[in-house]
């Protein structure tokens, strides 16, 4: 039932209190995303694709290329 259900899950980014969170110094939750969010660009650590299936994302990506007449990514900046 939903009365179990929030004794087992906690949200990590929203806050459930009720009040004047700006007097208690209570973060927001736009400000509980942007810093989980940078946390989690600054430390994952992605596993490499297997080697078959990087040639075939390159193979497809060259494919594209090629049918717009490119050689390679126009530089940015």
Partial sequence: TLQHFRKFWVPKVFDR????EEKKGVKYCEELIQERTIEI???????PLPEDVDRELHNVERAWLDSVGLKEYPKRG
């Fill in 41 to 47: 660009l600054e430390t994952h650590k992605p596993k």
């Fill in 17 to 20: 209190s009720f009040g004047d």
